[in-house]
């Protein structure tokens, strides 16, 4: 199966099991209350799931940066949990260059604030192969 299909179908089941664990624990738990949450949920579904997912970023061949993606789903979606009252625009950034130095095609970020809000957001390499066939559409949604 295409990894962007298949990263599209992972990204609804994680989005209903993202909304299952904010309705039984609501707003008020530190991040990692939630990811671990979200992997239970993944797990009752048999589908695999890494935490603190190693990040390496690359310019021009040469590590320059190590970071920790929340998770990695089923080898081919990164998702970032985020707690806080607010959610900025850092968190879409962040996840936009997960996906860069990862080269996977979707991202999600799941905001477990005082209101429930999660955003998609498309790799560029994604991006670019769709945007051959569909002009509108964006890195960060």
């Known amino acids: 199966m295409h990894q962007g299909r298949h990263a599209e179908r992972l990204a609804r089941v994680i989005i209903g099991r993202f909304f299952e664990v904010y309705n039984r624990l609501r707003y008020g ?47 081919c979606l990164i998702v970032e949990v985020k707690a806080g009252r607010k959610l900025d625009d850092s968190a879409r950034w962040q996840t936009l260059n997960y996906l860069r130095a ?17 955003h998609r957001v498309i790799g560029p390499s994604h991006r670019l192969r769709r945007v051959e066939s569909r002009s509108s559409e964006e890195g960060c949604s």
């Open 29 to 75: 738990f530190l991040e990692g209350v939630y990811v671990r949450a979200l992997v239970e949920e993944l797990r009752r579904l048999d589908i695999p799931c890494e935490r603190e997912y190693p990040v390496e970023v690359l310019y021009r061949g040469v590590p320059v940066g190590f970071y920790r993606a929340d998770l990695l789903v089923d080898g």
């Open 102 to 118: 990862t080269g996977l095609p979707l991202g999600l970020v799941l905001h477990f604030g005082p209101e429930a809000h999660f």
